[in-house]
């Protein structure tokens, strides 16, 4: 069953038990309520620009965890499978990066196509 409850802290623990722990001290300070799928993309966006195989893992894990414990959304949900795909297809892993497209392309067929047409690292 999914977590209702706020988005900061359910994202804080999420990054706490997977020891993103700065993340953890950002969340839980941060004055305004965050939203589930900006949070992905940011989060997507560090790994990427850490370029880091264990940093990716950790984020990957992340990212999975807010989408199968957090109440949110489908449209955020498709969000976080396109972000999971960008973090496998930079390590290499095709397979899990196309079954998560075809996650998104359930709830975000159009942004997913939107998207992925701006993202370098699916037009390569």
Known sequence: STHSGDQ??????????????????RFLSLSKKSSYWSEMDRLAAI?????????????????????????????????????????????GDNENSNKCIEEAKKSIPKLLATRQKLDPLFNV
């Open 8 to 25: 900061n802290e359910i994202i804080a623990y999420l990054c706490g038990i997977h020891g993103l722990t700065s993340e953890v001290d």
């Open 47 to 91: 790994a990427l620009a850490k370029n880091d195989t264990t940093e990716t893992e950790r984020i990957t894990k992340i990212i999975t965890d807010i989408i199968n414990y957090a109440d949110m959304a489908d449209s955020s949900k498709g969000i976080g499978y396109y972000n999971l795909a960008r973090l496998y297809k930079s390590v």
